[in-house]
Each structure stands twice: as C-alpha cells, then as structure tokens.
C-alpha cells in the first residue's frame, strides 16, 4: 500500500482512489485492540482501502463482508496474542519523551522510504508497520502526549494542544460510535432537555401572568439553544446598576432547570461578538482535532 503524509493527516493511496485518516489513529487502534466484533468492524471500516487484495473474495458479484470482517478479526487475534496492544502502548509512552522504541524495529524495517515527495510504502494489512511509519511522521511534526480517554478509560495519543479534545476517536467499549461523538451527543441533550425545561417553564409564567410577554421576547432575544442563562439571573443582570452583566461562568443547581452558563455567554454588545468569535475559533479548533 503506498502511503503519504499531508496536511498533518496519512493518506493512504490505491488505484483510483486514496482515503485519509488521522495521523495517529494506527497506533491508537492498536492500543485498544480488544476482542469485540463492534471492534473488527470498526477496523474493517476504517482500514476499508488497506486490508489485502485476496481477503476481498467475490459473492454474487459484491464483496463478501462476512468473510473479509472474519480475515480482519482472525488477524486482530493474533496481534492481540502477540501483545502489540502492550508493546505500542509503551512505543507511545517513549513517544512523549520524543524517542521511538528499540522494539519496534521488527514492523521499521517493514517499511521503504522513497526519497523526496513520492509516496512510502508499507505491506497491505501490516496495520503495526502503518503504525511505525504515522508515529516516525508525528514526531517530526509536534509535541505528542499520552492521555487517557475518559469515557473507555483506554490511553491514546495526542498532541500537547491545551485545547484539545480529551475524548478519544476510537468506538466506545462494545459500540461503533466514538468516545468523542458519544459525548457530543450527551453534551447536545443535557443541554437541550435545560432549554426546554427552562423555555417551558417561563411559558407557564406567562400563562399564568406572572410575566410580561415583552420580558419573555427580551430574554429569547438574547438567549440561545448554545448559550443561555435562567431568566432570574439573567434578569438581575441586566438591571445590575451598571447595566453590564459579568462574562464570567455563573452556576446554577441543575434541578433549577439551569445550566451552567459559558464563559462570555451574554453580556454586553462587546461580549456578544467575543462570543461569536470565540465559537468560531472553537469550531476551527474542532475541526484541526478531527484530521489529527
Ligand atoms: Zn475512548
């Protein structure tokens, strides 16, 4: 398989076709390798252009999954009983102190180098020599740092960013999604079952007359789904003397109905377009993270 680096990523090349991946993913796939078909069919998906030529055998003119997951799961196994799970865990360790670990020369010397741009190569399917070859590429690249992921608990290997993502990009134990994606969405539903308490809540108010409906369109004016205070606080706020509210956190008991409120998230004119720029470098942050 001919492979390259660009744009901090590896891409992995065929005829008529290339796909990208994560710069470290190999290495951390391999630290994680476990026995679980969600696993192998992760594996399977991910690797999809890398798996060798004769595990794709034909049936009724497609590929036969069933028998390419099985070659992808037989051939895990044995890296599994060959311990590379443990052996690249500590080339990852060795790898925060800017070394390469001796014992990876079995799956180095698996790899050729061409000079210049031209594409390396490495043997179809030799997921550890892919391994090798990504972790020699992120060294020359930046700093990298062994964290633990704190959803499966399973280290992996990252940059030493401050802001990066501590949530890994690897299936959840016994699922296909992401530690990462898993946690967006639990993030995206706390968040959202708060608004809508908080939203209901205030609806109820105005029902009942307790609250004006011009109040009520004043605070949907400045509070969003995103960022948003209980209408209390934000209310004592806006009628602070000073008529500026602080764009410090501000935390409220959860069975308020309230969310923890971002850094920044209302305030002044100024502090909305902080806000706004703010979202914007998140987002470019996030989406750095994404190709690592
Ligand atoms: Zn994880």
């Known amino acids: ?27 951390n796939d391999l630290i994680a390798l476990r026995p679980e078909t969600t696993y192998d069919l992760y594996l399977y998906d991910q690797y999809w252009t890398f798996w060798p030529a004769d595990w794709f055998e034909q049936l009724d003119g497609d590929v036969n999954v069933e028998k390419l997951v099985n070659h992808i799961s037989d051939q895990a ?5 060959r311990r590379y799970h443990k052996l690249f865990l500590a080339a990852a360790q060795d790898a925060t102190e800017r070394k390469l670990s001796a014992s990876l020369a079995p799956h180095l010397e698996k790899i050729r180098w061409l000079p210049g741009n031209q594409d390396d190569n490495v043997p179809d399917g030799d997921l550890p020599a892919l391994a090798v070859y990504t972790l020699i590429r992120a060294l020359e690249l930046r700093p990298l ?3 633990e992921c704190p959803r499966c608990r399973i280290p992996w290997l990252t940059t030493t960013d401050a802001d990066r993502n501590p949530f890994c990009l690897r299936p959840s134990l016994g699922q296909l999604t ?9 993030q995206f539903r706390t968040r959202h079952g708060d608004w809508r308490r908080e939203y209901k809540r205030l609806h109820e108010r105005l029902r009942r ?5 011009t109040e009520l369109m004043a605070w949907r004016a400045e509070n969003t789904l995103e960022s948003w205070q209980p209408f209390e606080l934000w209310q004592t706020q806006t009628s602070s003397p000073t008529g500026a509210r602080p764009r410090t956190a501000q935390k409220v008991a959860p069975d308020s109905g309230a969310v923890t409120a971002q850094k920044g998230a209302t305030a002044t004119r100024a502090g909305q377009s902080q806000k706004t720029s703010r979202s914007k470098r998140q987002s470019t942050s996030d989406s750095k993270e994404s190709a690592k």
């Open 1 to 27: 398989m001919d492979i390259n680096v660009a744009r901090h990523a590896l891409v992995l090349h065929q005829p008529g076709g290339e796909s990208v991946r994560p710069l470290l993913s190999p290495i």
């Open 77 to 81: 196994a044995r890296w599994r009983r």
């Open 145 to 147: 740092d062994l964290v």
């Open 178 to 186: 992401t530690c990462r994606q898993l946690h967006k969405e639990e």
């Open 209 to 213: 007359g307790s609250l004006s409906e």
